[in-house]
Protein backbone atom coordinates (compact mmCIF):
# COMPACT_ATOMS: atom_id res chain seq x y z
CA UNK A 1 0.00 0.00 0.00
CA UNK A 2 1.01 3.59 -0.84
CA UNK A 3 1.31 5.43 2.19
CA UNK A 4 -0.19 9.02 1.35
CA UNK A 5 1.02 11.17 4.43
CA UNK A 6 0.33 14.93 2.52
CA UNK A 7 -2.65 16.81 1.25
CA UNK A 8 -0.95 17.48 -1.53
CA UNK A 9 0.13 13.48 -2.58
CA UNK A 10 -3.11 12.96 -2.17
CA UNK A 11 -4.72 14.84 -4.29
CA UNK A 12 -1.64 14.12 -7.38
CA UNK A 13 -2.75 10.53 -6.49
CA UNK A 14 -6.84 11.21 -7.14
CA UNK A 15 -4.97 13.41 -10.07
CA UNK A 16 -3.01 10.12 -11.88
CA UNK A 17 -6.26 7.95 -11.30
CA UNK A 18 -8.68 10.43 -13.15
CA UNK A 19 -5.79 10.18 -16.12
CA UNK A 20 -5.38 6.47 -16.03
CA UNK A 21 -9.29 6.21 -16.18
CA UNK A 22 -9.40 8.69 -18.72
CA UNK A 23 -6.62 6.88 -21.02
CA UNK A 24 -8.43 3.52 -20.48
CA UNK A 25 -11.23 5.50 -22.44
CA UNK A 26 -8.96 7.28 -25.19
CA UNK A 27 -7.44 3.79 -25.76
CA UNK A 28 -10.53 1.94 -26.09
CA UNK A 29 -12.18 4.77 -28.10
CA UNK A 30 -8.86 4.37 -30.66
CA UNK A 31 -9.33 0.26 -30.55
CA UNK A 32 -12.97 1.19 -31.93
CA UNK A 33 -11.41 2.85 -34.34
CA UNK A 34 -12.04 6.42 -33.43
CA UNK A 35 -9.71 9.04 -34.48
CA UNK A 36 -7.36 10.39 -31.82
CA UNK A 37 -4.55 12.27 -32.43
CA UNK A 38 -1.94 11.65 -29.78
CA UNK A 39 -0.83 15.11 -29.69
CA UNK A 40 -4.96 15.82 -28.50
CA UNK A 41 -4.80 12.56 -26.51
CA UNK A 42 -1.78 14.21 -24.28
CA UNK A 43 -3.47 17.52 -24.06
CA UNK A 44 -6.50 16.13 -22.56
CA UNK A 45 -4.72 13.54 -20.21
CA UNK A 46 -2.59 16.66 -18.78
CA UNK A 47 -5.66 18.57 -18.62
CA UNK A 48 -7.16 15.91 -16.66
CA UNK A 49 -4.20 15.21 -14.68
CA UNK A 50 -3.94 18.89 -13.49
CA UNK A 51 -7.57 20.03 -12.76
CA UNK A 52 -8.59 16.67 -11.08
CA UNK A 53 -4.99 16.84 -8.67
CA UNK A 54 -6.06 20.90 -8.31
CA UNK A 55 -10.09 20.55 -7.49
CA UNK A 56 -9.14 17.55 -5.33
CA UNK A 57 -6.45 19.85 -3.40
CA UNK A 58 -9.16 22.48 -2.85
CA UNK A 59 -11.53 19.65 -1.92
CA UNK A 60 -9.69 18.10 0.57
CA UNK A 61 -8.39 21.50 1.95
CA UNK A 62 -12.21 22.67 2.54
CA UNK A 63 -13.36 19.63 4.30
CA UNK A 64 -10.17 19.30 6.58
CA UNK A 65 -10.78 23.30 7.47
CA UNK A 66 -14.23 22.04 8.05
CA UNK A 67 -12.96 19.24 10.30
CA UNK A 68 -10.51 21.35 12.28
CA UNK A 69 -12.62 24.37 12.66
CA UNK A 70 -14.23 23.13 16.10
CA UNK A 71 -10.57 21.84 17.71
CA UNK A 72 -9.00 25.48 16.17
CA UNK A 73 -11.93 27.50 18.50
CA UNK A 74 -10.87 25.03 21.10
CA UNK A 75 -7.20 25.58 21.27
CA UNK A 76 -7.26 28.97 20.02
CA UNK A 77 -9.98 29.79 22.92
CA UNK A 78 -12.27 31.87 20.04
CA UNK A 79 -14.25 31.61 17.21
CA UNK A 80 -11.88 30.49 14.59
CA UNK A 81 -13.83 31.49 11.12
CA UNK A 82 -12.88 28.15 8.25
CA UNK A 83 -11.79 30.76 5.66
CA UNK A 84 -8.67 31.59 8.17
CA UNK A 85 -7.83 27.55 8.81
CA UNK A 86 -8.83 26.88 4.66
CA UNK A 87 -6.08 29.59 4.19
CA UNK A 88 -3.46 28.38 6.99
CA UNK A 89 -3.23 25.34 5.73
CA UNK A 90 -2.16 26.30 1.89
CA UNK A 91 1.20 26.68 3.67
CA UNK A 92 1.09 24.46 6.49
CA UNK A 93 1.32 20.25 6.69
CA UNK A 94 -1.46 18.48 8.31
CA UNK A 95 1.00 16.55 9.96
CA UNK A 96 2.21 20.13 11.78
CA UNK A 97 -1.64 20.51 13.50
CA UNK A 98 -0.67 16.91 15.69
CA UNK A 99 2.48 18.67 16.90
CA UNK A 100 1.01 21.78 17.69
CA UNK A 101 -2.04 20.04 19.32
CA UNK A 102 0.55 17.76 21.56
CA UNK A 103 2.20 21.56 22.65
CA UNK A 104 -1.49 23.15 23.76
CA UNK A 105 -2.13 19.40 25.46
CA UNK A 106 1.24 20.14 27.34
CA UNK A 107 0.33 23.43 28.06
CA UNK A 108 -3.22 22.26 29.48
CA UNK A 109 -2.04 19.46 31.60
CA UNK A 110 0.70 22.06 33.15
CA UNK A 111 -1.89 24.59 33.81
CA UNK A 112 -4.24 21.81 35.26
CA UNK A 113 -1.55 20.53 37.71
CA UNK A 114 -0.67 24.48 38.87
CA UNK A 115 -4.81 24.40 39.33
CA UNK A 116 -4.71 21.41 41.67
CA UNK A 117 -2.02 22.73 43.49
CA UNK A 118 -3.69 25.80 44.39
CA UNK A 119 -6.80 24.41 45.25
CA UNK A 120 -5.10 22.19 47.18
CA UNK A 121 -3.25 24.94 49.37
CA UNK A 122 -6.43 26.96 48.88
CA UNK A 123 -8.44 23.95 51.13
CA UNK A 124 -5.64 23.49 53.34
CA UNK A 125 -5.82 27.39 54.11
CA UNK A 126 -9.17 27.23 54.82
CA UNK A 127 -8.82 24.34 56.94
CA UNK A 128 -6.05 25.92 58.61
CA UNK A 129 -8.08 29.39 59.17
CA UNK A 130 -10.64 27.73 60.77
CA UNK A 131 -8.89 25.64 63.02
CA UNK A 132 -6.92 29.19 64.44
CA UNK A 133 -10.18 30.75 64.59
CA UNK A 134 -11.74 27.72 66.28
CA UNK A 135 -9.95 27.57 69.69
CA UNK A 136 -10.16 31.73 70.63
CA UNK A 137 -13.56 31.32 69.96
CA UNK A 138 -14.65 28.14 71.62
CA UNK A 139 -12.71 29.39 74.89
CA UNK A 140 -14.29 32.64 74.43
CA UNK A 141 -17.37 31.18 74.71
CA UNK A 142 -16.67 28.50 77.39
CA UNK A 143 -15.57 31.33 79.73
CA UNK A 144 -18.12 33.24 78.90
CA UNK A 145 -21.00 30.06 80.02
CA UNK A 146 -18.94 29.95 83.33
CA UNK A 147 -19.57 33.70 84.35
CA UNK A 148 -23.30 33.05 82.92
CA UNK A 149 -23.93 29.75 85.29
CA UNK A 150 -22.83 31.41 88.37
CA UNK A 151 -19.02 32.72 88.33
CA UNK A 152 -20.02 35.96 87.88
CA UNK A 153 -20.82 36.20 91.48
CA UNK A 154 -17.71 34.27 92.30
CA UNK A 155 -15.29 36.85 93.09
CA UNK A 156 -12.29 33.99 92.91
CA UNK A 157 -13.25 33.81 89.24
CA UNK A 158 -15.31 36.49 87.44
CA UNK A 159 -12.44 38.88 86.70
CA UNK A 160 -10.05 35.63 86.28
CA UNK A 161 -11.96 34.55 83.68
CA UNK A 162 -13.18 38.11 81.70
CA UNK A 163 -9.37 38.84 81.10
CA UNK A 164 -9.24 35.40 79.69
CA UNK A 165 -12.06 35.76 77.59
CA UNK A 166 -10.33 39.76 76.69
CA UNK A 167 -6.74 37.94 75.48
CA UNK A 168 -8.87 35.58 73.46
CA UNK A 169 -10.58 38.21 71.63
CA UNK A 170 -7.28 39.61 71.27
CA UNK A 171 -5.71 36.87 69.35
CA UNK A 172 -8.72 36.84 67.25
CA UNK A 173 -8.23 40.43 66.54
CA UNK A 174 -4.43 39.61 65.33
CA UNK A 175 -5.31 36.50 63.69
CA UNK A 176 -8.62 38.88 61.55
CA UNK A 177 -5.51 41.61 61.29
CA UNK A 178 -2.62 39.22 59.72
CA UNK A 179 -5.48 37.52 57.27
CA UNK A 180 -6.87 40.95 56.21
CA UNK A 181 -3.27 42.04 55.84
CA UNK A 182 -2.35 38.58 53.14
CA UNK A 183 -5.51 39.54 51.11
CA UNK A 184 -5.11 42.82 50.56
CA UNK A 185 -1.24 41.90 49.60
CA UNK A 186 -2.63 39.30 47.60
CA UNK A 187 -5.34 41.14 46.23
CA UNK A 188 -4.08 43.34 42.99
CA UNK A 189 -6.09 46.09 44.04
CA UNK A 190 -3.62 46.89 46.18
CA UNK A 191 -0.88 48.44 44.58
CA UNK A 192 2.50 48.98 46.63
CA UNK A 193 2.96 52.72 47.01
CA UNK A 194 6.75 53.08 46.24
CA UNK A 195 8.90 56.30 47.90
CA UNK A 196 12.07 57.31 48.96
CA UNK A 197 13.06 56.89 52.46
CA UNK A 198 15.78 56.44 55.45
CA UNK A 199 15.95 52.68 55.88
CA UNK A 200 17.77 52.88 59.05
CA UNK A 201 15.78 55.99 60.38
CA UNK A 202 12.66 53.73 59.34
CA UNK A 203 14.27 50.85 61.61
CA UNK A 204 14.81 53.03 64.62
CA UNK A 205 11.60 54.51 64.68
CA UNK A 206 9.97 50.65 64.69
CA UNK A 207 12.54 49.53 67.27
CA UNK A 208 11.84 52.23 69.39
CA UNK A 209 7.95 51.55 69.25
CA UNK A 210 9.04 48.03 70.57
CA UNK A 211 10.77 48.96 73.37
CA UNK A 212 8.04 48.28 76.36
CA UNK A 213 8.42 45.08 74.83
CA UNK A 214 12.05 43.99 74.60
CA UNK A 215 12.21 45.49 78.36
CA UNK A 216 10.31 42.94 79.77
CA UNK A 217 12.90 40.38 78.62
CA UNK A 218 15.71 42.96 78.72
CA UNK A 219 16.46 42.53 75.33
CA UNK A 220 18.41 45.35 73.62
CA UNK A 221 17.52 46.35 70.36
CA UNK A 222 20.33 48.47 68.21
CA UNK A 223 20.13 49.39 65.03
CA UNK A 224 23.81 50.41 63.26
CA UNK A 225 23.31 52.99 60.28
CA UNK A 226 25.99 55.35 59.09
CA UNK A 227 27.17 57.63 61.77
CA UNK A 228 27.38 60.44 59.26
CA UNK A 229 24.41 61.81 58.19
CA UNK A 230 22.36 61.85 55.70
CA UNK A 231 22.34 58.04 55.46
CA UNK A 232 23.38 56.82 52.49
CA UNK A 233 20.78 53.76 53.12
CA UNK A 234 17.94 55.22 51.45
CA UNK A 235 15.77 53.13 49.81
CA UNK A 236 12.67 53.07 46.75
CA UNK A 237 9.87 50.88 48.86
CA UNK A 238 6.41 50.97 50.31
CA UNK A 239 7.14 52.63 53.48
CA UNK A 240 4.01 51.20 55.34
CA UNK A 241 4.96 48.00 54.72
CA UNK A 242 8.29 47.73 55.09
CA UNK A 243 7.68 49.32 58.40
CA UNK A 244 5.28 46.10 59.15
CA UNK A 245 8.07 43.74 57.60
CA UNK A 246 10.49 44.94 60.58
CA UNK A 247 7.76 45.06 63.62
CA UNK A 248 7.37 41.43 62.57
CA UNK A 249 10.52 40.65 62.29
CA UNK A 250 11.53 42.35 65.64
CA UNK A 251 8.08 41.56 67.94
CA UNK A 252 9.37 37.48 66.46
CA UNK A 253 13.50 38.69 67.83
CA UNK A 254 12.01 39.18 70.95
CA UNK A 255 9.17 36.75 71.05
CA UNK A 256 12.07 33.99 70.26
CA UNK A 257 14.48 35.34 72.44
CA UNK A 258 16.22 34.82 75.38
CA UNK A 259 16.20 37.26 78.67
CA UNK A 260 18.57 39.84 78.55
CA UNK A 261 19.59 38.95 74.71
CA UNK A 262 20.51 41.24 72.08
CA UNK A 263 18.49 41.90 68.73
CA UNK A 264 20.80 43.59 65.85
CA UNK A 265 19.40 45.32 62.98
CA UNK A 266 22.21 46.16 60.47
CA UNK A 267 22.61 47.33 56.76
CA UNK A 268 24.98 46.78 54.12
CA UNK A 269 25.33 48.39 51.06
CA UNK A 270 25.22 46.07 47.59
CA UNK A 271 25.71 48.39 45.23
CA UNK A 272 21.90 48.53 43.81
CA UNK A 273 20.27 47.21 46.42
CA UNK A 274 20.54 47.20 50.36
CA UNK A 275 20.73 44.16 52.41
CA UNK A 276 18.73 44.39 55.49
CA UNK A 277 19.28 42.10 58.49
CA UNK A 278 17.61 41.41 61.75
CA UNK A 279 19.90 39.08 64.21
CA UNK A 280 19.16 37.79 67.05
CA UNK A 281 21.10 35.96 69.77
CA UNK A 282 17.60 33.83 70.64
CA UNK A 283 16.50 30.54 70.51
CA UNK A 284 17.23 29.97 67.18
CA UNK A 285 15.28 27.70 64.84
CA UNK A 286 16.17 23.58 63.69
CA UNK A 287 17.42 22.63 60.66
CA UNK A 288 14.60 20.74 59.67
CA UNK A 289 12.10 23.54 60.14
CA UNK A 290 13.75 26.29 58.69
CA UNK A 291 12.83 25.95 55.00
CA UNK A 292 9.03 25.79 56.36
CA UNK A 293 9.36 28.92 58.64
CA UNK A 294 7.47 31.27 55.87
CA UNK A 295 4.41 29.08 55.06
CA UNK A 296 1.09 30.51 56.91
CA UNK A 297 0.79 28.99 60.18
CA UNK A 298 3.64 27.30 60.52
CA UNK A 299 5.29 27.24 63.84
CA UNK A 300 8.03 25.34 65.37
CA UNK A 301 6.60 26.03 68.77
CA UNK A 302 2.63 26.54 68.68
CA UNK A 303 2.15 26.33 72.42
CA UNK A 304 5.39 29.02 72.77
CA UNK A 305 3.82 31.38 69.62
CA UNK A 306 0.36 31.21 70.76
CA UNK A 307 1.08 32.07 74.26
CA UNK A 308 2.82 34.57 72.95
CA UNK A 309 0.27 36.16 70.71
CA UNK A 310 1.76 34.74 67.55
CA UNK A 311 -0.44 33.67 64.50
CA UNK A 312 1.84 31.83 62.28
CA UNK A 313 1.27 34.34 59.63
CA UNK A 314 4.03 37.05 60.49
CA UNK A 315 6.68 35.49 58.60
CA UNK A 316 3.96 34.70 55.79
CA UNK A 317 3.17 38.42 55.57
CA UNK A 318 7.09 39.24 55.56
CA UNK A 319 8.25 36.88 52.51
CA UNK A 320 5.33 38.16 50.73
CA UNK A 321 5.81 42.09 51.26
CA UNK A 322 9.17 41.35 50.17
CA UNK A 323 8.26 39.47 47.53
CA UNK A 324 5.67 42.25 46.38
CA UNK A 325 8.37 44.33 46.31
CA UNK A 326 10.56 41.93 44.12
CA UNK A 327 13.09 41.09 46.78
CA UNK A 328 13.90 38.01 48.53
CA UNK A 329 14.05 37.35 52.17
CA UNK A 330 16.32 34.51 53.59
CA UNK A 331 17.14 32.97 57.03
CA UNK A 332 20.08 31.51 58.89
CA UNK A 333 19.91 30.03 62.09
CA UNK A 334 21.07 27.32 64.87
CA UNK A 335 19.54 25.74 67.15
CA UNK A 336 20.25 27.49 70.64
CA UNK A 337 22.52 30.63 68.88
CA UNK A 338 20.23 32.56 67.43
CA UNK A 339 18.52 33.20 63.55
CA UNK A 340 19.37 36.16 61.27
CA UNK A 341 16.72 37.09 58.68
CA UNK A 342 18.94 39.19 55.50
CA UNK A 343 16.37 40.73 52.88
CA UNK A 344 17.42 43.44 50.36
CA UNK A 345 15.47 46.47 48.78
CA UNK A 346 16.03 49.07 45.33
CA UNK A 347 18.24 51.33 46.56
CA UNK A 348 17.44 55.33 46.02
CA UNK A 349 19.54 57.39 44.15
CA UNK A 350 20.53 60.02 46.55
CA UNK A 351 20.91 62.62 44.38
CA UNK A 352 17.59 63.31 43.58
CA UNK A 353 16.17 62.56 47.65
CA UNK A 354 16.52 65.66 48.99
P1 LIG B 1 4.36 33.44 64.90
O1 LIG B 1 3.18 34.32 64.94
O2 LIG B 1 4.10 32.07 65.41
O3 LIG B 1 5.57 34.08 65.48
P2 LIG B 1 5.73 33.69 62.36
O4 LIG B 1 5.26 33.44 61.00
O5 LIG B 1 6.18 35.07 62.70
O6 LIG B 1 4.59 33.20 63.35
O7 LIG B 1 6.93 32.71 62.65
C1 LIG B 1 6.75 31.34 62.34
C2 LIG B 1 7.58 30.48 63.29
O8 LIG B 1 8.97 30.68 63.02
C3 LIG B 1 7.40 30.86 64.74
O9 LIG B 1 6.30 30.19 65.31
C4 LIG B 1 8.71 30.41 65.36
O10 LIG B 1 8.63 29.03 65.61
C5 LIG B 1 9.71 30.61 64.22
N1 LIG B 1 10.46 31.89 64.36
C6 LIG B 1 10.19 33.06 63.74
N2 LIG B 1 11.09 34.01 64.06
C7 LIG B 1 11.96 33.42 64.90
C8 LIG B 1 13.15 33.87 65.59
N3 LIG B 1 13.61 35.11 65.46
N4 LIG B 1 13.80 32.97 66.36
C9 LIG B 1 13.35 31.71 66.48
N5 LIG B 1 12.26 31.23 65.86
C10 LIG B 1 11.56 32.06 65.08
Not at 68 to 96: A, C, G, M, Q
Not at 158 to 174: F, G, P, Q, T
Not at 204 to 223: F, L
Amino acid sequence: MVSIKTKEAASAWIGLLATVIVAGILFILGAKGVPIRWIVAAVVLFCTFSIVTFVALFIIRKYVAYKLKPIYSIVLSRDVHTKEIFSELKDKKVENIGEELTAWADTNDKEIARLKEAERFRKQYLGNVAHELKTPIFNVQGYISTLLDGGLEDELINRKYLERAEKSIDRLINIVNDLDTISKLESSMNKLDFEKFDIVALAKEIAEQTEMEADKKQIRISVKGAENLPSPFWVVADKHYVGQVFVNLIVNSIRYGKEDGTTRIRFRDMLDKILVEVEDNGLGIGKEDLPRVFERFYRTDKGRSREQGGTGLGLAIVKHIVEAHGERITVRSELGVGSTFSFTLKKANLQNTK
